[in-house]
């Protein structure tokens, strides 16, 4: 009589152990892209000054948006810190991550201090982190709290480059600007330029929950899609003639822009690719094309460009990726790419 | 005599002292302000502002959309739709630089992401339906040029 009691039991354990096991299955695992973040924060006194027309000083948006990023922050076997620079100094050391006391930590970062005298010296904040990743193994995220004011010190821009140059691909530099001058931008998308790994997000468009989402995600796990190593350049100001395929004096600066990219990517091999809108016939265009993107290789070539990594072909109108009705996407499809093979 | 010269001491002293306190270390002189810093200043800010409305122009022109996929069909026989879309929530990140074949004349460039999003299906019409989700991820590297500094950033005509 015992035994056929124990069956049901039994056998209802096996069922939430199946039902468990799938759920498990079907759920998307997260993986860690990195095996630690720094939080690193700008504690300078243009930081503690309202952000454009808000009352909101950028030090209290920076607090409020790390609170919220640690909250949405998965609990994956990464390490976490907390640093600032301007005055450089270390909240939190790295260590293994926990929520409470991450949340701990951003909650001690203060926001209401004296202006003066706290002048920003960004670049020796980041030379001044070099330590604290040197110390670390595996890969690395920084997130910058800033708005890219850098009044003293080293220039942040070569310091930066200075770090991916010793970390490479084990360092990515995030920034959250908040920054409301010109030259702070400017600054600001500098570094960002530097790895395409970035994930360039500003302050403002934080405070919006999937945006938010978005970053932890793109940052801090591998759910989402992969970043491809790829790279696709558009020249906009190659403005060829009616029927014209010869490089002008007003093209120079495009294609030099191109050439910098190129000297700095050796390993990279690229097909330079002509495309036209869709008036005339597909033969002409596809002949026009054609024309454009060798003119493109042979400037190349001339400016030490190996002919070897350079292959070239027109498209004419065959790869319509903009609407041909309206005048603005004809303009639009004629174009020259270069494209990474 | 000590006496009579005591309280001038003891005034020396204290006007030491409160000079001392009041000695503040003077800040650094601000940053010299390079007129072709201040340029490259200006353009940044101008081209990043064309940048909101290129992306703009961009999404309003492109024909890719969940309205107008790319249909394959994979090895397994089923259909995948794709479409590319313009990362939304993230910053296009902007440069300037002046342009060293062509003095007076400076060079932009918008960079931002472009995401390829896909669906599988046993029909066409299932995949199309969706739901679609990102699978991989290209930086888009757009660049223009101005032939001075005067010049506005604009689309090509």
């Known amino acids: 009589?015992?035994?056929?009691?124990?069956?049901?039991?039994?056998?209802?354990?096996?069922?939430?152990?199946?039902?468990?096991?799938?759920?498990?299955?079907?759920?998307?695992?997260?993986?860690?892209?990195?095996?630690?973040?720094?939080?690193?924060?700008?504690?300078?006194?243009?930081?503690?000054?309202?952000?454009?027309?808000?009352?909101?000083?950028?030090?209290?948006?920076?607090?409020?948006?790390?609170?919220?990023?640690?909250q949405k922050i998965p609990a994956l076997p990464?390490?976490?810190?907390?640093?600032?620079?301007?005055?450089?100094?270390?909240?939190?050391?790295?260590?293994?991550?926990?929520?409470?006391?991450?949340?701990?930590?951003i909650a001690t970062i203060k926001t209401n201090y004296d202006i003066f005298g706290r002048q920003t010296a960004m670049g020796d904040g980041l030379a001044s982190l070099d330590?604290?990743?040197?110390?670390?193994?595996?890969?690395?995220?920084?997130?910058?709290?800033?708005?890219?004011?850098?009044?003293?010190?080293?220039?942040?821009?070569?310091?930066?480059?200075?770090?991916?140059?010793?970390?490479?691909?084990?360092?990515?530099?995030?920034?959250?600007?908040?920054?409301?001058?010109?030259?702070?931008?400017?600054?600001?998308?500098?570094?960002?330029?530097l790895s395409k790994c970035v994930v360039a997000v500003d302050g403002a468009a934080l405070q919006n929950a999937a945006v938010l989402d978005q970053f932890v995600k793109d940052v801090f796990y591998d759910m989402g899609p992969a970043d491809a190593d790829k790279e696709l350049i558009v020249f906009r100001s190659l403005n060829f003639g009616f029927d014209k395929s010869a490089i002008t004096p007003e093209m120079l600066p495009s294609l030099e822009q191109a050439l910098l990219i190129l000297k700095q990517r050796p390993d990279l091999s690229i097909v330079?690719?002509?495309?036209?809108?869709?008036?005339?016939?597909?033969?002409?265009?596809?002949?026009?094309s054609d024309r454009r993107a060798k003119s493109v290789v042979d400037w190349l070539v001339q400016h030490g460009i190996a002919a070897s990594r350079i292959e070239y072909a027109g498209h004419g109108e065959s790869q319509l990726k903009y609407d041909n009705t309206t005048e603005e996407g004809r303009a639009l499809s004629r174009r020259v790419e270069i494209r990474s093979k | 005599m000590t006496r009579n010269l005591l309280p001038l001491l003891l005034f020396l002293l204290l006007l030491l002292a409160a000079t001392s306190a009041l000695a503040v270390e003077p800040a650094p002189a601000p940053a010299a302000q390079d007129p072709e810093q201040l340029v490259l200043d200006d353009l940044h800010t101008r081209l990043a502002s064309f940048a909101d409305q290129w992306l703009a122009t961009l999404r309003r022109s492109q024909l890719s959309g969940p309205g107008n996929c790319e249909i394959t069909r994979g090895a397994d026989g089923r259909y995948v739709a794709r479409y590319q879309h313009i990362q939304?929530?993230?910053?296009?990140?902007?440069?300037?630089?002046?342009?060293?074949?062509?003095?007076?004349?400076?060079?932009?460039?918008?960079?931002?992401?472009?995401?390829?999003l896909e669906c599988a299906g046993d029909t066409?019409?299932?995949?199309?339906?969706?739901p679609f989700?990102?699978?991989?991820?290209?930086?888009?590297?757009?660049?223009?040029?101005i032939q001075s500094k005067d010049a506005p950033w604009c689309a090509p005509k």
Do not use: W
């Not at chain 1, 709290?145 to 850098?150: A, R, V």
């Not at chain 1, 002509?274 to 026009?288: A, I, M, P, W």
């Open chain 1, 1 to 70: 009589m015992k035994r056929l009691h124990r069956l049901p039991l039994a056998l209802a354990a096996l069922a939430a152990l199946v039902l468990l096991a799938s759920a498990a299955l079907a759920a998307p695992k997260m993986t860690p892209k990195v095996d630690n973040f720094i939080l690193f924060v700008d504690y300078s006194g243009s930081m503690a000054m309202d952000y454009k027309n808000t009352n909101t000083s950028k030090i209290l948006m920076a607090q409020s948006a790390m609170t919220s990023m640690n």
């Open chain 1, 78 to 105: 990464y390490k976490g810190a907390l640093y600032t620079f301007a005055p450089f100094g270390k909240v939190q050391e790295l260590k293994p991550y926990d929520k409470g006391a991450l949340g701990a930590a």
């Open chain 1, 131 to 193: 330590p604290v990743i040197g110390a670390s193994s595996g890969k690395i995220a920084v997130i910058l709290f800033t708005d890219g004011e850098s009044n003293l010190g080293s220039d942040p821009v070569a310091e930066a480059k200075t770090l991916y140059a010793k970390y490479g691909n084990r360092l990515c530099l995030h920034v959250v600007s908040y920054a409301d001058t010109a030259r702070g931008k400017r600054i600001i998308d500098e570094i960002r330029s």
């Open chain 1, 272 to 288: 330079v690719e002509g495309h036209t809108d869709s008036v005339g016939s597909d033969d002409y265009n596809k002949r026009l």
């Open chain 2, 88 to 116: 939304d929530g993230v910053a296009p990140v902007c440069l300037v630089r002046a342009s060293e074949l062509k003095p007076g004349a400076y060079i932009g460039s918008i960079q931002y992401k472009v995401e390829m």
């Open chain 2, 124 to 130: 066409p019409q299932a995949a199309k339906a969706g």
């Open chain 2, 133 to 145: 989700e990102a699978v991989s991820r290209m930086t888009m590297n757009e660049i223009f040029s």
